[in-house]
């Protein structure tokens, strides 16, 4: 059974950085896509970025472009979401979860395994 574990999260300003981490107290987080979402009050979740099974290949939604990346140190079993130039907007809940497939997709009911969630608070 694969239990996901959100990190990192924290009150920040405007303009800072936050690195965020994804591990997994069970199975390796290789081969199946990972993706990182997040839920502001009163708003649906929300897709981020995404890695796929293996690799490096990233994407990552274009109100983040530029400005979060998502990595894989797998030697750590580790999922990362490195985010700079942080916005008001980005207050959330930030989630990671596992894809069913390699490649992944932006719908979240295509994932499982949900972590708890870290908290982002960005003040303007």
């Known amino acids: 059974q694969v239990q996901l574990v959100e990190s990192g999260g924290g009150l920040v300003q405007a303009g800072d950085s936050l690195t965020l981490s994804c591990t997994s107290s069970?199975?390796?987080?290789?081969?199946?896509?990972i993706g990182w979402f997040r839920q502001a009050p009163g708003k649906s979740r929300q897709y981020v970025a995404r890695i796929l099974g293996a690799g490096n290949i990233t994407y990552v939604a274009d109100d983040v472009k530029g400005r979060f990346t998502i990595s894989r140190d797998a030697a750590k079993n580790t999922i990362f979401l490195q985010m700079n130039n942080v916005k008001f907007e980005d207050t959330a809940i930030y989630y990671c979860a596992r894809h069913i497939g390699f490649y992944g997709s932006r719908d979240a009911s295509d994932y499982s395994n949900w972590g708890q969630g870290t908290q982002v608070t960005v003040s303007s």
């Open positions: 069970g199975d390796t987080l290789s081969n199946f896509a």
